[in-house]
């Protein structure tokens, strides 16, 4: 075996070992083994095996336009020079406010509310066992709804 392949294989092993997926039980720890990704590219990623797979989960919900984007990561890397990040509970951003004024003016001919976000609550993604007491409940999305319309 070629180094990169031993080194796969111990990563894929400490994967088992300390990894837990927001899906899994602690007490299954170790059990399972999943794919160790390498790279995307595209609508693909690549494991550590060579595999090229089509990234159709994760498409659904975070890579849409693909990985390896050079505009993107070069978007992403200016804003982090700038600002990684504020807490939304009492600041906002300049990038927000303005994909704000963006969807408005492209999407809608006139909004009568704020842009309202229900997103997770603001914390790290919890194990699944209160992964619906973070996830945003019909009572958040009727709360949001509720600000909107009273506008």
Not at 22 to 33: F, H, Q, R, W
Not at 107 to 127: Q, S
Request: glycine share 6%; hydrophobic share 40%; proline share 7%.
């Amino acid at each position: 075996m070629h180094g990169a392949q031993l080194d796969a294989i111990e990563r894929e092993a400490d994967a088992r070992r300390h990894l837990l997926s927001p899906a899994e039980e602690m007490a299954k720890l170790g059990e399972e083994s999943r794919p160790l990704l390498a790279y995307g590219e595209g609508i693909y990623v690549v494991d550590t095996r060579g595999r090229r797979l089509i990234d159709g989960p994760a498409g659904m919900w975070c890579t849409q336009v693909g990985y390896a984007r050079q505009e993107i990561a070069d978007a992403i890397a200016a804003q982090a020079m700038k600002l990684s990040y504020n807490s939304p509970w009492y600041t906002t951003n300049s990038p927000a406010a303005e994909l704000a004024a963006r969807i408005q003016e492209r999407c809608f001919f006139h909004l009568e509310a704020p842009v309202l976000r229900v997103t997770g609550l603001d914390m790290p993604y919890p194990p699944s066992r209160v992964e619906t007491d973070y996830v945003p409940s019909v009572d958040r999305v009727l709360e949001a709804c509720d600000r909107a319309f009273a506008y």
